[in-house]
């Protein structure tokens, strides 16, 4: 049986999908051989309300649930300056957190939306996935500024990602990846509309209205939630693989990640 561990801040309605798809993934055998050890909330109840109903929801599955608040934790303890590494207190959460999950036992650990920035101790003890809005060698940063950064280099394609949790933030090896066009129909007419134009003039005008940026990010999310479970079938079925910090698929061979492309475009295809 391969063990997933499953951290998340619960802050939306994303995080209980997705939770959602995961459980039917396992529960339908599209993810074999696979369980659930433990979900893990920065959060507790009482928090917010998008994270009480994530809460619930765990509890409803009957799957263990380990709450620890980060904002309790922190107190009036200081942050640290944006550009310097962790500060202490979020080192000693991670230390806590560590200590309330050593009796559960798990293979690889799926962050699904959790909304803190992994320490070092912490990723040196787990093996530790991490979504990302991009293609392999693709942009940095959050979903908007992939998509800004895409419009701006006129791109001719783009993906989404698996990457290993690094303490430096998006740089870990990617684990798994698939790609599509954003050229062609229908995207061709919205590229037309912004010819000429930087992503801070369309930003001024039209925001994050613009066609383009909402045909771009639509494309995106919707293989986000299908590339997480092709990679956790991935795992649970041996085809690939994580070993001193690096991806290996079922011969042993070593990658530079897992392209489940074709995987994701017919589970598109199908739903169509």
């Given at each position: ?7 998340s801040?619960g ?18 055998g599209?993810?074999a ?7 893990f909330c920065?959060?507790?109840?009482g928090?917010?309300?998008e994270t009480d109903r ?29 550009d310097?590494p962790l ?6 959460y991670?230390?806590h957190?560590?200590s309330l999950?050593?009796?559960f036992?798990?293979d690889l650990?799926?962050l699904?939306?959790?909304?803190l920035i992994?320490g070092?101790e912490?990723c040196?003890?787990y093996h530790?996935l991490n ?9 940095k940063?959050t979903?908007r500024?992939?998509?800004?950064q895409l ?6 394609e783009?993906?989404?990602m698996?990457?290993?949790v690094?303490?430096?933030l998006?740089k870990g090896?990617v684990?798994s990846?698939c790609?599509?066009p954003i050229t062609g129909?229908?995207f061709n007419?919205?590229?037309?509309a ?7 003039e369309?930003?001024q005008s039209q925001?994050e209205?613009n066609?383009l940026?909402k045909?771009?990010r639509e494309?995106?999310?919707k293989?986000?939630?299908p590339?997480i479970?092709s990679t956790?079938?991935?795992f ?5 693989a994580?070993s001193?910090?690096?991806?290996f698929?079922a011969?042993g061979?070593?990658?530079?990640g897992?392209?489940?492309t074709?995987?994701?475009?017919k589970?598109?295809k199908?739903?169509?």
């Amino acid at each position: 049986m391969y063990r997933f561990g499953w951290f998340s801040t619960g802050r939306g309605k994303g995080s209980r999908e997705l939770f959602k798809v995961a459980l039917n993934g396992i529960q339908s055998g599209q993810i074999a051989n696979a369980s659930i050890s433990y979900v893990f909330c920065n959060r507790e109840a009482g928090e917010s309300p998008e994270t009480d109903r994530f809460i619930e929801l765990v509890k409803e599955s009957g799957i263990p649930l380990i709450c620890f608040s980060y904002q309790k934790f922190k107190g009036e303890r200081p942050d640290n300056a944006v550009d310097e590494p962790l500060p202490q207190w979020r080192l000693e959460y991670d230390r806590h957190v560590m200590s309330l999950l050593q009796d559960f036992h798990c293979d690889l650990c799926v962050l699904a939306g959790y909304m803190l920035i992994v320490g070092s101790e912490m990723c040196q003890k787990y093996h530790m996935l991490n979504l990302h809005p991009a293609a392999p060698g693709g942009p940095k940063g959050t979903w908007r500024e992939v998509i800004w950064q895409l419009i701006d280099s006129r791109a001719k394609e783009t993906g989404v990602m698996m990457h290993m949790v690094t303490p430096e933030l998006d740089k870990g090896p990617v684990v798994s990846y698939c790609k599509f066009p954003i050229t062609g129909q229908p995207f061709n007419s919205y590229w037309k509309a912004v010819e000429g134009k930087t992503s801070e003039e369309i930003k001024q005008s039209q925001g994050e209205d613009n066609e383009l940026f909402k045909i771009i990010r639509e494309n995106g999310l919707k293989r986000e939630f299908p590339l997480i479970l092709s990679t956790m079938a991935a795992f649970s079925s041996c085809k690939v693989a994580i070993s001193n910090g690096a991806v290996f698929d079922a011969k042993g061979n070593k990658i530079n990640g897992y392209n489940l492309t074709e995987d994701i475009e017919k589970m598109l295809k199908d739903r169509n």
